[in-house]
């Protein structure tokens, strides 16, 4: 069975190759996928019968246990063949039906194949949470197939409801199959059935399984999907909504009746919610005037009739309820065809303007009257026989049920059964009948109650013969349920193995003729009363159009008028939490997190803790000192109003940082502390000599004590924490063991950098991950248009193309009042550039005023050393303090020091690269690492240690990590040059093109 | 070095406070400059909480240097040591919005967000917030709707591609 899914699921990919190569023939190509289930189910055929259930069995996700079982018992046979046979002719129908030039065939042929693969799954899954994949599947596939005509409102909105209304029920299903799988301890569909787990747990479980199937088979009161649904395509029609998708609800129902059916909630549900649905159905289906419409609530009325037959929960019942459900997949889907036919054909299928379709198209109507026939009853059709074994199971009740009950289910039924006879006389008397239509000639001319006129009616001599492929699928249809029919005793033998897996009630049996008794007494009342109907249609259609008005003029609810009103109501229940959440206000946000942070945390925390006696003043005396730096710049920081003052007293606020953590015993964090906030300070003088010195004033004075107050009980509630947190250990804390193993499976004797590479890579990883991210965004915020600007070169720059009369670089005023010009322009001619006559290869595309020889001079030393350094704690961050952000930071440092000295065309010439490429090989070597021990048979980011001989050096100590090392060096020195690219140099260009444009406009 | 008291020095503590008070104080500005240097502020508190969490002050936790028993916690370390870089990184992205925002308004603070004001409007009227033509009701039912489309089973319809001069 799994080789069937895979086969749908090959022709699912292929589809759309086919259609584009054969056009609409293609459909026949497509119908080999659908047509192998039905052979292998043929094939399967004695093996089901007698009792020998094919099973296959893969595992899925087992930590999950998730299981891909299928199962093929006599249930699972009936479906399968259906879903398998009609699956194959619709296709074969689809290839003569859609004009050769219409539009999205490719996509419809892959989507109705991979439906018909979904349907496949659905019937034989044997695990209930791929049963719920594959029912999902097909409401996904229902979907798309009904919104075919996607341009056209009708079609989007059908979908729309369709998708909502089942995946909604699908979702109480889950909710219902996970109880019942934890009840039972597997998620088995047989043994669950065999033994199902019982409680008050698993009877809601099953309340939601029930809500599953009502809304799939479109049971009362959210059929009326159902008939929207005839937005879609006739053959979807036929396939989805009447033969295959609607069924699973029923497919359900007979699946879980054995274990349940004797529930006394699952008997209210199935009866309510069948003889219900079985007469509003076929109440409604008596005054469609569009054929489809007449066939929609008719299934509606028919789903309603077998859920309650198979739901009922005796052998008798069970068994007349899936010999319905096989006749009526062949009787439903052969008439929803033959209406293609027709419609096709006259380019209508409104019954007040067809007539004289019969007689032109013979063949189309022996198929529609045959399938009628099976329909309403008659024998010796399928449809006969299946309701004849319902009401005789009906009439000997198996006691399940109180009396009365079992006397309102067959009064149900029987009326059920009338309405029935009714509207399968008026399709077929509305598509294929002669009629007299002439003007005035009867009601069906006159004018719809809405006051649209009455479209003329066809010409039947206008119709041509219609193609075999369209004609031969309704009939093979409409045969089988005349030839399943003459041998029902067959049909016993089939389907009786899943009737005796129910626990109660006598045997049933289906048969042709039962002998004279109350069974044919009550055939013959139903074709008669139903007749009757049918001939004084126009009362009856006058008396359903006074109840209507009675209806409306009361105001009372309709299904989908409430469905449509709720929708509503549940869209403006969402704006208003939205507007009530969404206040689009960031300091309204921060605000929020900060106080929920403050009063659950914290109110657990006050109340909860037990606070400790004795409290320490300092570790260290000079712990104090930078406290008081700490707390003075921080304090100034807040209430300063210019900008740079801010960022320089944070910055020694950060700098007092690093001395806290010196003193804590933490040289690593020291050092990057410092490194960080150094690089911090630079970028942030380089973005803000561009914005307004001071911060703008705003009447800010009221709110200013509100974020105060704020501030105040964020900064007491942390306090707390950091009072209490320290010894509210429960546990040995994890690093405890982090010196042993940093020295043994790490390598190295520096334990916070092992932990960065080896211990805790995984984090590093993501860390440095994030910080590409950053990267890419501040350079894509500056850049806009690309990643990144060009790599600037001192030869690129203007001034080396025009001379000195270019501005340069930082020309922010004119030359004129610089005395020392003269001086500086000093090696400032390009030929001199490549003669090592200057410090700084770009200091010449200055603008002379802002050189500064011996900035020059500095940064010519120090950058190199810088760059040894950065080496240098590189290679040795592994056993002393430093590593890859360290190092990366003082590389980062080292070009920052370039580029103030040289400006953005020096930065071009210190780091000739692509931030981009930096940050891209920094990770790929990460996680390279990563994933070359995962090949050398380690986990993923495991360390392997060389210890090599070599000459000269000695002994060399190489851990793998160092590489994860140089990936995070490369990252960070991507970030700081992506950074001084962007809020530098770029930076610089915008504001040298500002002056410019201001200096052309004088 | 879990042997070692854990119990917080009261500086480390003040210290927390007045930058954990400091940074929310100015996180809840409205310039973006100003909200990135409390978020400075903040985070600098909230890395010194996770170091007074590791326990006591301590060697540095390198071995071969500090005896076992003397050690700061590495681990509290490693995490502050990513998180002070990650600050490096929010800053230079936090400082590319601010510009983009002088650039753009000629100011960094940041405005209340206008949609949001008008999805709150139009909610408090009770009148959908965005245009949806599928939920506009045409009057009728959609069984009604269904029963005028047509199928593009002939040259012509396709063609049209409405189905019967049904509107889009």
């Known amino acids: 069975m799994l080789q069937l899914l895979v086969a749908h699921l090959l022709m699912v990919l292929l589809a759309p190759a086919i259609i584009s190569w054969l056009g609409r023939r293609g459909f026949l190509v497509l119908a080999l996928a659908p047509a192998s289930a039905a052979v292998y189910a043929l094939a399967c055929t004695s093996r089901v019968m007698h009792g020998d259930v094919p099973v296959q069995h893969w595992q899925w996700i087992p930590q999950l246990g998730l299981t891909l079982t299928f ?217 469609q005037q569009d054929l489809k419409l007449v066939l929609a609530f008719g299934t509606v009325s028919q789903l309603g009739l077998i859920t309650l037959l198979v739901g009922l929960g005796s052998r008798a019942t069970a068994l007349a309820g899936i010999a319905m459900l096989g006749a009526h997949a062949m009787f439903k889907a052969s008439l929803f065809l033959v209406t293609g036919v027709v419609d096709a054909a006259t380019g209508t299928r409104d019954l007040r303007r067809l007539t004289g379709v019969g007689r032109k198209m013979p063949v189309t109507a022996l198929a529609g009257g045959l399938a009628t026939a099976s329909m309403i009853g008659l024998p010796p059709f399928a449809g006969y026989v299946a309701k004849e074994a319902g009401l005789e199971a009906l009439l000997h009740p198996a006691g399940i049920v109180p009396g009365w009950v079992d006397g309102l289910v067959l009064a149900a039924v029987v009326v059920g059964s009338m309405l029935t006879v009714a509207y399968g006389l008026r399709f077929f008397w509305g598509a294929f009948a002669t009629k007299n239509l002439g003007a005035g000639a009867g009601t069906e001319a006159l004018p719809d109650a809405d006051g649209t006129p009455a479209q003329p009616p066809i010409d039947p001599s206008t119709l041509h013969i219609q193609s075999p ?467 050398a048979g380690g986990e993923v980011l495991q360390s392997t240690i060389f210890d090599l001989h070599v000459p000269l050096v000695g002994e060399v100590h190489l851990v793998t990590s160092l590489f994860f090392d140089i990936g995070v060096f490369l990252v960070v020195v991507g970030l700081v040059l992506d950074i001084l690219r962007s809020l530098g140099a770029e930076i610089d260009r915008h504001a040298d093109l500002e002056l410019r444009a201001v200096r052309e406009d004088d | 070095m879990h042997a070692l008291d854990t119990t917080p020095a009261v500086v480390l503590v003040l210290a927390i406070g007045v930058l954990v008070t400091t940074g929310v104080y100015l996180l809840l500005e409205r310039s973006l400059t100003r909200v990135l240097i409390g978020f400075i502020l903040l985070g600098n508190g909230v890395n010194l909480l996770l170091l007074v969490a590791g326990g006591r002050a301590g060697g540095a936790p390198i071995l071969g240097t500090t005896p076992l028993w003397h050690m700061s916690d590495p681990l509290v370390q490693a995490m502050i040591l990513t998180a002070i870089v990650i600050t490096l990184g929010l800053t230079a992205f936090v400082l590319a919005m601010a510009y983009r925002s002088w650039q753009l308004h000629g100011h960094d603070e940041v405005q209340d967000d206008v949609e949001d004001r008008r999805i709150a409007r139009l909610a408090a009227k009770n009148e959908p917030s965005f245009e949806d033509a599928d939920a506009v009701e045409s009057g009728e039912t959609l069984d009604d709707e269904a029963a005028r489309t047509r199928d593009e089973t002939d040259d012509e319809i396709s063609k049209d591609r409405t189905g019967g001069g049904e509107e889009r």
């Open chain 1, 71 to 287: 199962r093929l018992d006599t249930l699972s046979w009936l479906m399968l063949l259906l879903v398998g046979g009609v699956g194959a002719l619709v296709l074969v129908y689809c290839s003569a039906y859609f004009a050769p030039s219409a539009h999205g065939l490719r996509r419809f042929g892959a989507t109705l194949v991979g439906f018909a693969g979904s349907m496949v799954g659905l019937v034989t899954a044997d695990d209930m949470l791929l049963l719920f994949v594959f029912w999902e599947l097909t409401t996904v596939a229902s979907y798309l197939l009904i919104g075919h005509y996607a341009e056209r409102k009708a079609s989007r909105r059908a979908a729309m409801q369709a998708i909502i209304i089942t995946t909604a029920g699908g979702l109480a299903m889950l909710v219902g199959v996970v109880i019942l799988g934890e009840a039972a301890g597997t998620y088995s569909l047989s043994q669950v059935v065999a033994h199902p787990p019982s409680g008050t747990a698993v009877t809601a479980a099953v309340v939601c399984l029930l809500a599953g199937a009502a809304t799939k088979s479109a049971l009362i009161p959210l059929h009326f999907w159902l008939p929207a649904a005839m937005a879609a395509p006739t053959p979807v029609s036929a396939y989805l909504h009447a033969a295959a998708m609607v069924k699973a609800g029923v497919y359900l129902v007979a699946r879980f009746a054995p274990a349940y059916a004797h529930l006394a909630v699952w008997q209210t549900i199935v009866i309510v919610l069948g003889c219900g649905t079985l007469l509003l159905g076929g109440y409604r289906a008596l005054r």
């Open chain 1, 469 to 935: 492929f369209l004609t031969v699928p309704p009939l093979v249809l409409a045969m089988l349920g005349l030839a399943a029919a003459l041998v029902p005793h067959l049909g016993t033998e089939l389907l009786e193995p899943y009737a005796e897996t129910l626990p109660v009630g006598e045997r049933g049996h289906l048969a042709l003729w039962g002998g004279f008794g109350p069974a044919l007494g009550l055939t013959v009342l139903i074709l008669g009363v139903g007749v009757l109907a049918w001939w004084r249609r126009v009362r009856v259609e006058g008396f359903q159009a006074r109840v209507g008005a009675w209806y409306l003029r009361h105001h009372l609810p309709e299904a989908d008028v409430v469905y449509r009103r709720s929708m509503r109501r549940l869209d403006d229940a969402a704006a208003d939490v939205t507007s009530f959440t969404q206040r689009g206000s960031l300091p309204f946000y921060l605000g929020v997190i900060v106080i929920v942070m403050a009063a659950f945390p914290g109110v657990v925390l006050v109340t909860h803790t037990t606070w400790p006696q004795d409290l320490r003043g300092w570790d260290t005396p000079a712990q104090a000192v930078a406290v008081a730096a700490i707390g003075v710049a921080a304090v100034l920081a807040a209430r300063s109003r210019r900008r740079l003052k801010a960022v320089f007293l944070a910055g020694i606020a950060g700098y007092g940082n690093a001395v806290l953590f010196m003193l804590h015993g933490a040289p690593d964090l020291a050092l990057t502390q410092v490194l960080v906030e150094t690089v911090t300070l630079v970028v942030m003088v380089l973005v803000l000599r561009r914005l307004p010195p001071y911060f703008s004033n705003r009447p800010l004075a009221r709110s200013r004590w509100t974020r105060l107050a704020i501030g105040l009980v964020a900064g007491v509630t942390v306090m707390a924490f950091a009072v209490v947190a320290p010894n509210a250990r429960m546990a040995t804390p994890v690093s405890a063991q982090f010196p042993d193993e940093a020295y043994s499976y790490g390598g190295g004797k520096n334990i916070v950098n092992v932990t960065l590479v080896d211990i805790r890579a995984w984090d590093t990883m993501g860390e440095i991950s994030v910080l590409l991210v950053a990267a890419t965004g501040v350079a894509s915020l500056v850049f806009l248009r690309r990643r990144g600007g060009a790599i600037l070169r001192a030869e690129d720059s203007e001034r080396a193309r025009v001379g000195d009369e270019a501005p340069g670089v930082w020309s922010g005023g004119t030359d004129e009042d610089d005395r020392g010009a003269a001086l500086r322009r000093r090696g400032t001619a390009p030929e001199a550039w490549n003669r090592m006559q200057v410090w700084l290869r770009a200091s010449a595309t200055l603008a002379p005023r802002r050189r500064s020889v011996i900035f020059e001079v500095v940064a010519r030393l120090l950058f190199h050393s810088m760059i040894v350094y950065a080496a240098f704690l590189l290679f040795s961050g592994h056993n002393n303090p430093g590593g890859g952000f360290a190092a990366g930071l003082v590389v980062g440092i080292a070009l920052v020091v370039r580029y103030l000295a040289g400006g953005r065309y020096e930065l071009g010439e210190a780091a000739p690269v692509q931030p981009g490429v930096l940050l891209g090989t920094g990770l790929f070597l990460s996680v390279g690492v990563g994933l070359a021990a995962m090949l």
